[in-house]
């Protein structure tokens, strides 16, 4: 009895030891683990201190925590060109047999050509412009599910990873903080908002509701006796550049307190400029893809994001000097 009595302590003992190391592990675990330590992620850390600190002069509510992300190029990759281009390529493809005029006609001529970069020279308004050729007359419903199955199989052509290991794990880390220190995020992006919401929720925890992006007209009808929502082949709003802003009014309605974007087209100034006329404190940060070895390195003819974040003091996050681990599947390393 004696011996069962303090085999019962000692495996109670235990219990406690290890729970209490758990909890002290979880107090102690770095959120942004795959930051490195220096100015962009104190930068951070401190901004997020301040603005969640009761009695602070930079005090936020959390209804004023608001934070908006670009997509491409911000939360993952759009290398060798974005991904809702692959999407909209298959689909050309598929369609091409029944539509001879493509030959001729731009942004379809190029894409069927293989010359990408022609058939993008239109920018995100020649994405949008592909997607609604390819699927007007589905229903939303229909459009959705075509996304939700392709995702899942679809890879990267460079890495072979699907796409939605291509998302860029500091900051989905990132939005995790964020969302822990009672923020919401939302992605604003010049993608379709059709094609990232079925899926932004499963990779980066942000729901349908808090996306914002490009769209195309849709109109009601009744089929089959049911209500629907059928995509027409007609622009209703580019969330690009200037239109950042304006996407935010009105799906948002409040300025964030923190914008990130990426260096690629100048897409994103507008938004992180909105970002840091709040009369509060505010962010803003840059993604430079600075980093052949585990990305794509690349920049804008004009350097105009880089000039912008200069001048306005806006944090640049260097992917070849601030993030230890750019993918999750990629081996970390304690610095790079």
């Known amino acids: 009895m004696k011996t069962t009595h303090k085999q019962n302590l000692l495996a109670s003992v235990l219990v406690c030891a290890l729970a209490l190391a758990a909890t002290v592990a979880r107090a102690t675990a ?9 100015a962009t992620k104190k930068s951070i850390t401190d901004f997020v201190a301040k603005v969640t600190k009761e009695g602070s002069a ?7 925590r608001i934070a908006t992300f670009d997509n491409d190029g911000t939360l993952w990759c759009e290398k060798p060109m974005p991904i809702q281009l692959f999407f909209a390529l298959d689909r050309v493809k598929e369609l ?8 001729d006609k731009e942004p379809f001529a190029s894409l ?22 390819t699927h007007a007359g589905m229903t939303v419903g229909e459009f959705e599910k075509m996304v939700k199955d392709w995702i899942a199989t679809a890879k990267h052509p460079t890495t072979k990873q699907p796409f939605t290991k291509m998302v860029y794990q500091p900051m989905v880390e990132l939005l995790a903080y964020l969302r822990a220190n009672g923020f919401k995020t939302f992605i604003v992006s010049g993608g379709g908002i059709e094609f990232m919401r079925p899926w932004t929720e499963g ?3 942000i729901p349908p509701e808090q996306v914002v992006g490009s769209s195309g007209k849709t109109k009601y009808e009744m089929r089959d006796g049911k209500p629907v929502l ?4 007609e622009v209703n709003f580019i969330d690009d550049k ?9 799906h948002i309605g409040r300025k964030p307190v923190l914008s990130a974007g990426n260096v690629f087209s100048g897409g994103d100034i507008a938004m992180l400029t909105y970002c840091q006329s709040h009369p509060g404190a505010t962010l803003q940060l840059m993604v430079n893809h600075d980093d052949a070895a585990r990305e794509f390195a690349y920049a804008e003819p004009d350097n105009a994001s880089l000039k912008a974040a200069a001048t306005n003091g806006w944090n640049v996050v260097s992917m070849k000097d601030d993030w230890k681990q750019i993918f999750a599947f990629e081996k970390s390393s304690t610095t790079h």
């Not at 930079?58 to 004023?64: K, L």
């Not at 091409?96 to 030959?103: L, R």
């Not at 059928?230 to 082949?233: D, F, G, P, Q």
């Open 242 to 250: 200037e239109g950042k802003p304006v996407g935010i009014n009105q």
């Open 96 to 103: 091409a047999p029944q539509h001879p005029e493509w030959k």
């Open 58 to 64: 930079d005090f936020a509510p959390p209804n004023e």
């Open 230 to 233: 059928v995509k027409l082949a």
């Open 30 to 38: 770095d959120p942004l683990a795959s930051w490195n330590d220096g």
């Open 112 to 133: 069927l050509k293989g010359d990408v970069k022609a058939a993008m020279a239109g920018g995100e308004h020649a994405l949008l412009e592909i997607v609604m050729a």
């Open 203 to 205: 990779v980066y925890g």
